[in-house]
């Protein structure tokens, strides 16, 4: 049984070759022989799924191409179990198709040998590795996958729950803290081939979802740890067919860096670099230098073509490199640069040695300005242009596995987006002894020195994963957390029940992870790890054959107590939106979320209205994304009331500012309460009254159009805002919300829901109008913000467009 790989009719005989699981058979319907299953073959097409019986015989000429080539099968008879479209591909190991059309009918896909070879050796390798362990002690035990977030450096993505609504699980990004509890619970030994999810910006070779071979044991040292792993490995990648032999080598990270500019260096061929820095002190000032200069011997490249050598230089500026400096060496010792007229031939010649070059050979220097501090930028492109030019110059061999652990990592990295120090790995992993002061030092140089006790695993110049030795003292732990920036808070409501568990009784433990995916697909010689994944998603995060992910319908939304984004919103909304979402952001960083001293009736009636405004816009800018445009705008009212309301009080900060307060404050307030208490109409009367007594007597201008026309800005003139907001709101919202229809003027037809009508006005209302509150209140509390300035010019340019 099996599907029609392909049929060959040649008249009185018809070949198919029959396709399963494990390969091709020929099958031979005979016209003389067997005519009822021969007129039946004849009705086959390619992917049919067939039914055959008849004699196995050894065919007269062996077909080395497929396994079973030395027979074929004599048909007696033929079944057709089910037919098939034309597949929009052919099901054969080489196709022409994109990605895109492979994954969207992945099923077809995988029936081509190479998709379900990758699978078999998948399922191998995790048999294996899985009896490496079994047989180490480990129990592989399963940790939850509706948890809380935990912490690997990525975004999680989130579950809502519908039995507490507004509360959410997070996916876990690993099973980290999981492993570590069980350490504390006493399982000694553990392991688990687990999904992980980590919500990261797209990469090209990253999966929002993917596999890890996770591990944990008590009392360990690095070296049992290693040794673990480097068991797991040899039976993984026998079950490639592959011998490796431990122990792997090992290096510091510090070498790999400078030896191969990479912390994950390729070992399988050699290009090291060299620090070359010294012999360029005569041109530093010349050349514009600054950073080290690092250099590697190109084998045999001496003749490239001008062409290429300027490919090469457009690669390392790309990468950020200051320059690129390549030195040709002739097959008669004579060295060839357009640097000879900076270092002369001598000093080009101490740079061919220091690099190691021989005759034929390219040397290639890169200088590079430091760009994160800590790193050495010129190593790290030069460590690419290594790997560009191995590949280029064919230098990897392809049957070599070169593993290697990379130790000595630091505990800390500097990130370039948050502006601070950030865990290198993960908030968990130990902290070598005489470091542990360091914790506590402001200094971010000092902090960054610091010595971890994480190590990687590296396969032919790919992570395969990384892991540590963990901090198993609660007071250590509680130390990183702050020295991250965590407040109590923060501390308490994450990792409170970890920190807690850590204080009864936790032994030194320490582990790994391994992914999974990466270790298949490398096995496997494949480039993609979606290559060695049933199915994968697409680099945008989806997948094209279930069309995930997709909108939810209504009902289930509301019984999650959520409300989505309208996902059919053109791109330029969602821009108009993100920069609503940055200038509330800008203001909560800047003003709402310090702690500013309120010293003047200025700050007072703008520390009103910021507050105010900043949660309409919020809601607003919710509102119009999540498709309701004409509620978004309806709320935009108050907004442009607070904008002409701002402006108003800073043309006489002193006076205007006390005259709003005035008419806002605490009388103002009792009255509104005493209102809600007594219905009797003559005590709302006598309320409105005091009100306007209270307001006349504040000599707040109490009709907003006049205060509107004082800032003297037309545009904001209320009537005019008002009426065009209201009026054309009303008359969209009402035009949308259903028609009078051509069959019969009987008939209405009634449309409810969400669309994207009035989203980009509302959008453009919020900011437009959010700005210059935010800049009077910027004003009031003597906040320079240049990026309120910066958003604005980007607003004005989206809008213009
Ligand atoms: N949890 C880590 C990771 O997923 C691995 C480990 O430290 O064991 O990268």
Redesign the pocket.
């Known amino acids: 049984m099996g599907w029609v790989h392909r049929r060959r009719d040649l008249g009185n005989l018809i070949f198919i070759d029959l396709r399963d699981r494990a390969g091709l058979a020929q099958i031979v319907f005979n016209k003389e022989l067997q005519p009822v299953a021969h007129a039946r073959a004849e009705e086959l097409r390619a992917e049919y799924v067939v039914a055959v019986t008849g004699r196995v015989v050894r065919r007269q000429k062996a077909n080395p191409e497929i396994s079973s080539g030395e027979i074929e099968i004599i048909a007696r008879e033929l079944r057709i179990l089910n037919t098939a479209k034309t597949p929009p591909f052919v099901v054969e190991d080489e196709v022409t198709a994109s990605e895109e059309t492979r994954l969207r009918y992945r099923y077809l896909d995988l029936r081509r040998a190479g998709p379900a070879r990758n699978i078999a050796l998948r399922h191998r390798v995790a048999l294996e590795m899985r009896k490496a362990l079994d047989a180490l002690g480990f129990y592989e035990i399963e940790t939850p996958m509706l948890t809380r977030s935990s912490p ?1 450096g990525a975004r999680d993505y989130l579950v809502p729950s519908r039995v507490h609504p507004g509360q959410f699980y997070a996916l876990p990004q ?1 099973p ?1 803290i999981f492993k570590q509890i069980l350490m504390i619970s006493g399982l000694d030994r553990y392991f688990q081939i687990v999904r ?1 999810f980590r919500d990261e910006d797209l990469r090209a070779d990253r999966q929002p979802e993917f596999t ?1 071979l ?1 591990l944990e044991m008590s009392f360990p040292t690095q070296d049992a740890i290693f040794g673990v792993i480097e068991q797991v490995m040899v039976r993984a990648c026998a079950a490639a067919g592959i011998e490796i032999k431990p122990p792997f080598r090992r290096m510091e990270y510090r070498e790999a860096i400078a030896r191969y500019g990479s912390d994950k260096p390729d070992l399988r061929f050699g290009m090291e670099l060299h620090d070359v820095t010294e012999h360029f002190a005569p041109a530093r000032e010349t050349l514009h230098l600054e950073g080290r200069v690092h250099a590697l011997a190109a084998p045999g490249a001496a003749a490239f073509s001008r062409k290429q050598l300027d490919e090469l230089t457009e690669r390392a500026k790309a990468l950020g490199a200051r320059g690129l400096y390549a030195i040709k060496c002739g097959a008669d010792g004579s060295v060839a640069s357009a640097l000879e007229k900076n270092l002369g031939a001598e000093g080009l010649k101490k740079i061919a040695a220091a690099a190691g070059a021989k005759p034929g050979d390219l040397v290639v220097a890169v200088a590079a300005k430091e760009q994160i501090p800590g790193t050495d930028a010129a190593a790290l492109i030069a460590g690419q242009l290594r790997l560009h030019l191995a590949e280029h110059l064919k230098l990897v061999p392809k049957d070599r596995w070169e593993f290697l652990w990379i130790t000595g990592f630091t505990l800390f990295e500097w990130s370039t987006t948050e502006k601070c120090v950030v865990s290198a ?2 908030p968990f992993t130990g902290i070598v002894e005489e470091d542990l002061p360091k914790l506590e030092n402001s200094s971010d140089e000092v902090r960054l020195s610091m010595r971890s006790k994480g190590y990687d695993l590296v396969l032919n110049g790919s992570e395969l ?4 030795i963990r901090i198993h003292q609660q007071d250590v732990q509680e130390r990183v957390f702050r020295a991250l920036g965590l407040t109590e808070e923060q501390l308490r409501s994450r990792f409170g029940f970890f920190l807690d568990a850590l204080t009864y009784g936790t032994p030194p433990h320490g ?3 391994l992914g999974l995916d990466r270790v298949v697909a490398l096995l496997a010689g494949e480039k993609s790890i979606r290559e060695v994944i049933a199915f994968p998603k697409t680099a945008k995060a989806q997948d094209l054959m279930a069309e995930a992910p997709s909108q939810v319908e209504q009902p289930q939304e509301d019984e999650l107590e959520l409300m989505g984004a309208f996902p059919d919103l053109p791109s330029s909304f969602w821009e108009l939106g993100r920069l609503c979402d940055k200038l509330i952001s800008l203001l909560d960083k800047e003003l709402l979320l310090k702690a500013l001293p309120v010293d003047s009736d200025f700050q007072r009636a703008m520390a009103l209205i910021i507050a105010k405004a900043r949660d309409d816009a919020r809601a607003a800018t919710r509102l119009a994304k999540a498709g309701y445009g004409p509620e978004a705008g309806g709320l935009c009212r108050s907004l442009v009331e607070a904008a002409i309301n701002s402006e108003f009080i800073a043309q006489n900060s002193d006076l205007r500012a006390r005259q709003f307060l005035q008419s806002t404050r605490d009388h103002n307030v009792a009255l509104a309460k005493r209102l809600t208490l007594h219905e009797h109409p003559d005590e709302v009367m006598r309320a409105v009254s005091e009100v306007n007594m209270i307001t006349e007597r504040s000599g707040w201008p109490k009709n907003l159009s006049d205060r509107a026309y004082a800032i003297q800005r037309p545009s904001y003139a209320y009537d005019i805002v008002f009426f065009l907001l209201s009026l054309q709101i009303h008359a969209t919202a009402s035009a949308a919300a259903g028609q009078l229809s051509a069959s019969g003027p009987s008939k209405f037809e009634m449309r409810i829901g969400r669309g994207p009508e009035w989203v980009d006005t509302s959008l453009a209302t919020v900011f437009m109008f959010l700005a210059p509150v935010m800049t009077v209140a910027f004003k009031a509390f003597d906040i320079k913000s240049e990026k309120l300035e910066a958003l604005s010019a980007e607003f004005k340019q989206l809008y213009r467009a």
């Open positions: 690997e690993s980290q992980c890890q996770d790995q993960h994963g990384s892991g540590s582990g790994i992870a």
